[in-house]
Nanobody, 121 residues
Framework: QVQLVESGGGLVQAGGSLRLSCAAS????????MGWYRQAPGKQREWVAA???????NYVDSVKGRFTISRDNAKNTVYLQMNSLKPEDTAVYYC???????????????WGQGTQVIVSS
């Protein structure tokens, strides 16, 4: 089985920064794309950023220039550096990963449990 565990959320004032981490563990052969999503109260979950195994990145327009996604393949960990935070960034942030499992080299898509980010004005 594979688990994703996020950390780094919290309460921050507008204009501040937070760094989220998501570590994958378990029966992992390799990880392809990894990404971050968020869900604000009363809204649907939305994609925020993604990074390939080779390091190519993409972002939703609303966070471009403020958020940076990165990964450490040796640690099976993805990060989201969030700068210049705005109240509208308040949400539960979830990490996501496309994992090739060590067992039979089968593939699966996994989610973390979420970490709360609150940005006060």
């Amino acid at each position: 089985q594979v688990q994703l565990v996020e950390s780094g959320g919290g309460l921050v004032q507008a204009g501040g920064s937070l760094r989220l981490s998501c570590a994958a563990s378990g029966s992992i052969f390799s990880i392809n794309a990894m990404g971050w999503y968020r869900q604000a109260p009363g809204k649907q979950r939305e994609w925020v950023a993604a990074i390939t195994s080779g390091g190519s990145t993409n972002y939703v327009d609303s966070v471009k220039g403020r958020f940076t996604i990165s990964r450490d393949n040796a640690k099976n960990t993805v990060y989201l550096q969030m700068n210049s935070l705005k109240p509208e960034d308040t949400a539960v942030y979830y990490c996501n990963a496309d994992v090739v499992r060590a067992t039979w080299l089968s593939s699966g898509n996994y989610w973390g449990q979420g970490t709360q980010v609150i940005v006060s004005s």
